[in-house]
Structure formats: structure tokens, C-alpha cells
């Protein structure tokens, strides 16, 4: 492979667009749907609290000029931190810095069952590459703001997982993925599930550094084929000065069921839109979200339930702690499409306030287009109840022990619903120590 000229501009303008991502090594497909992508990133407005789904969001802390498409794997490589590796015995791991793969494993007798952990990128022109292009951008709704047209423009590296039909991998797969200081990591994840598979996914976001700038403009597309099983985790656990854009959508085909789990607890700012389709009868999905912001963060998350065919459920349960000046936002729609009768989905959001100058906002909504459904949905924001911190007291404990041991509480709930032993005490743990001591004024 040739490395680009590191004399050229490497940010995400024209030249390095035509000059860094465009020469790299593809098929002539995607070449064409990169170009397509990047005129439509030239065309589209940077995203502004004019447009409803940015409302809340403000960006004038953001500079993409500050960060580089492309910048070279530092060597010697460094130590990748993770909170879940030391936790998880592993049928295969991939590990990436900056989106690009620098080590992958897989046990033989996988290997020769058919199931593919590898690179994206790497694949696009390997022996997966008819698979890749039927699935690849058809879920990514890569026109929809300016970051996801980037994304689709410049992306390089990624993670393509594929769990041959029938397979039963018994132990997870994890991808950890790494942020250098003040890098960019725009890499995509495809995963397909085939017919009458499982498996357990586990994505872990990570900076090398905890106090540099980093960059993650993302997107992920899962396919979950009829009668297929999938556990996913997404643990975002950037430091607190990364900037986090993603779309992630997965589809869920007949017959078939998904586990979503997502920890949201690192980042400076992240908007995120999470959205889950069932399209066959008997397709059933649980999402689950984990969302604890402190000092100054901003943790915006949109979740979509799409009911597209009949006898299909969903169960999305989110909660939220947030201390200091943070700002949680969380906007949910289960939408039932005509003809998708019997559907039954379910949303709910809660969040517990832990400081005075904290702010949350929580919008459920329901589109329902067809008839004979159940389909509820709530939201809650309130206070630490100071009975419930005074009552531990009196017990022996400190403020702070007792702060730890309601917001332990709270979030006991969506933790159960976490069918990954590690993954439950991982997020849990990691909460109780970023929870500090909180006192009201009133």
C-alpha cells in the first residue's frame, strides 16, 4: 500500500479527500460512493440549533480543522487501556488505533467454521466482497447531516464481522478501539448475523490519553437474519475532551432477536442516533442504555423503535445520572409503520439529577400508523431523595458512600437486563467511582 505524502494536507478538505482517500486501495464501487458521499458533505450545512434534531446540541466548541483524516500508526504501538478486556475469555478480538486495525485474533476452529473478524477496509476487495457491497451504506443513512456524509466520504479502516449461517459462537467477540492524542477515528462497523446464528459482539471506545483531543465520526450497521440471535454492547468510554458523531442502526429480520446494550460515559460532546428496525413477524429487540455525564459533558442520544411488519416487539429501557454541569439529552420515537399490527414496543427514560447546575432533557414519542398495537412510553428527571441519603447515614455510611449506593440503585434496573456478567459489573463499577459527593442547596 501507498502511504500518502505527509507534505500534503491531510485534513478533511478537497485535496485531502482527493490527495489521502480516494487513491487508497478499492473496488471502483466504492470509489464512486465515496465521491458521491464527500459532494454531498460539500453541499450539506454544518448541522445548527435551527434544525430540530440540534436543538440542543451546540457545536461552537467543535473544529474539524483541528484534526487530520489520516496520520500514520505511532511506533513502537502503544498500550491499549480497556476496561472489559482483562474481564472477557474471547473467541476473537480486533483491536484498532485511530479506526485502523493493528492486531486481530480469532481461535483456529472459527477460522475454519467460516466466522470473519477482520477489517473492513481490508475486505472490501477480498473474498467477502460481494457480501460486504450487498450490505454495505444500505442501512447508513449517510445524507442525513453533514457528519454522516463525512464519515461516508473519508472512512478508512472499520471492523467486518460476519457469523456464518448456523454458527453458535459461545464466547464474545470484542473490538477495542483506541484514540491516539488529538486523532480522528472515522471507521465503520458492518456485522451480519446469518440465518440461525448467534453471537455476542462487544465494542469498547478507549483514548490512549485522558486529556487530549480526539475525534470519532462513526457509524455501524448490523444485520440480524431470520431466526439469527445477537447480543450487542457498545461501551463509549472516550476520555472527556473527545467529540463523538455516530449513526447505528441494526435490523432485526424475522424470527430473529437482538440484545443492545449501550454505555454512554465518556466524551465531551456526543450526539448519537441509535435506531433498531424489526421487519419480520417475531422479531423481538431489547435495548438497554447506561448514560452518566460530569464536569461540562454533553450526551445527546436519539433512539428510534421501527415496528415495520406485524408481531413484532421492542423493549428500549435508558437511565441517565449526571453531575456538575453536564447536559443529558435523550429523544426516543417508537414508530409502528402501516400494517404492523400486534406490534407491542416499549420506551422509557429515567434520570436521576446529582447536582443543582445539571440539566436533562427527555422526549418519548409515539408514531403509530396502524391499528390493534401496544405501544407505551415515559420519561422521568428528579433529585437524589436526601430521605434516602440521610437513612445510609444513619447506618454508618458516608455522604458519598451513600450517594454510591443510591445511584447504584438507580441504575440497578438496566443493569439487570444486561445478560453479560462482565459487562454488568464493568459499567457499574466504572459509575460508582465517578460518582462524587452531592448537596443540594435547597
Known sequence: MVLPDLKQDLHFTAEGFQNVILPRPQPEWSREFRSQAFQTFQELPWPNRSMEEWRRTELRIFRLENFVCWAPVPDPLPEIPSALAPRLETAGRIVTLNGRKISSSLEDDLVRKGLVVECLEDSLSGPHEELIRQH???????????????HAAFWTGGTFIYVPRGLKVEKPILHVAALASNQADVGHTLIVVDEEAEATVVTETTSLDPAADGLFCGGIEIFVRPGARLRY???QNWNQKTFHFARQKAEVAERAFMEWTLGALGGRLAKVNQEVVLNGPESEAIVNGVMFAEDRQHLAYHTRQDHQTAQTKSDLLYKGALQDHAH???????RVEPGAIRSDGYQRN???????????????GLEILADDVRCT?????????????FYAQTRGLTRREATRLVVTGFFQQVLDRITIDSVREALGDIIQQRVREYRSRD
Open 328 to 334: 443529558l439529552v435523550w429523544r426516543g420515537m417508537i
Open 350 to 364: 429515567d434520570n436521576l439529577m446529582l447536582s443543582d447546575t445539571a440539566r436533562v432533557d427527555c422526549i418519548p
Open 233 to 235: 454492547v457498545n461501551f
Open 377 to 389: 412510553h415515559g420519561a422521568t428527571a428528579g433529585r437524589v431523595d436526601e430521605e434516602e441519603i
Open 136 to 150: 454495505l451504506w444500505t442501512l447508513f443513512d449517510w445524507r442525513a447531516d453533514k457528519f454522516s456524509a463525512l
